[in-house]
């Protein structure tokens, strides 16, 4: 009940973003970015990434960040993540720049609840080259959730990270960002996992997807997360639940995109060609669906959660 009161809660302290179907938007989330180091699991993805990004510049898409984009619980100092990926900090910018970039807050980086962090931190640095202050991200305003609302038939997607009601990731937040930080982390080095991160517990991972499943249930609409890294798509009838994934993956980098009034999930990784050169790949793994298939309206969604306990 926890959580369904938290999801809730969030959607009802939503801002609401109006879109068609001729709006473009790719949804990444839990990219961690981090200081370069042996602990920094993005570092091995920053390349398909920057790549990925730059794409969807070209292409006129908006960027929504699901949540957990910068690593603070691991790094208290975000001067270090902003140093140690600069270049993908320059394309976010284009984006914000351009009015196309939302920051969502998750766990991971929940210091952006704290307008005085954001404005301590994002709003601009000092580029000790040239010796000055420089505009990153002024007037940056992270958000909890937002709704995405067709200006045409109405319908709405809730978007938020999807640690509300996680109770070891949201209620005591400060505690497990304690023992990351100073325990897990170097555990983590050696090939241990935290078992109190949805990401590395299987158990804990499906019991959250089935919470977010009677949520969707309860309140007939689709809903788009990341959180528990492991991507998902509806297959036929199952209720809209959709999960980003993450972009510290092993083997590249998931997301979701709405292009066209359809919404496809995408895979970004680096695969050799015939010739043994390496390119950066986007391919299309699932989808693509008209959005308003998962509206309730023409969807009455099926009676059991089904689709929280299959593998894709």
Request: hydrophobic share 35%; charged share 30%; glycine share 6%.
């Amino acid at each position: 009940m926890k959580t369904d009161r938290r999801l809730t809660s969030a959607y009802q302290n939503a801002d609401t973003v109006h879109f068609d179907d001729s709006s473009k938007i790719i949804f990444f989330s839990d990219v961690h970015r981090g200081d370069d180091s042996v602990s920094d699991e993005f570092t091995r993805n920053q390349n398909v990434f920057l790549h990925a990004l730059n794409y969807y510049y070209k292409e006129g898409y908006e960027y929504i960040e699901v949540g957990d984009g910068d690593e603070l619980w691991e790094y208290k100092n975000f001067s270090v993540i902003r140093l140690a990926h600069s270049d993908v900090f320059t394309v976010i910018k284009k984006f914000y720049d351009a009015g196309r970039f939302i920051m969502l807050y998750g766990n991971h980086n929940i210091y952006l609840k704290s307008k005085r962090f954001i404005k301590e931190n994002y709003y601009e640095y000092y580029d000790e080259y040239n010796q000055i202050r420089v505009d990153l991200f002024r007037g940056l305003k992270p958000k909890e959730a937002v709704i995405l609302k067709h200006k045409k038939t109405n319908q709405k997607i809730l978007v938020l990270h999807g640690h509300q009601g996680d109770f070891m990731n949201d209620q005591l937040w400060f505690f497990s960002m304690l023992l990351l930080r100073y325990f897990w982390r170097y555990f983590h080095i050696v090939g241990f996992d935290n078992p109190t991160s949805p990401a590395r517990n299987l158990y804990k991972r499906h019991k959250v997807e089935k919470v977010y499943c009677r949520w969707i249930e309860k309140h007939k609409m689709m809903l788009i997360c990341g959180h528990t890294h492991r991507p998902k798509f509806p297959k036929a009838d199952d209720l809209p639940y959709f999960n980003t994934g993450c972009c510290i993956r092993t083997r590249g980098l998931s997301g979701i995109e709405i292009v066209d009034g359809k919404i496809q999930m995408v895979d970004w990784r680096i695969a050799a060609g015939e010739n043994g050169e390496l390119r950066v790949h986007r391919t299309v793994v699932r989808g693509p669906v008209p959005i308003e298939k998962y509206d309730y309206k023409n969807n009455p969604y099926s009676a059991q959660c089904i689709s929280c306990d299959d593998d894709d």
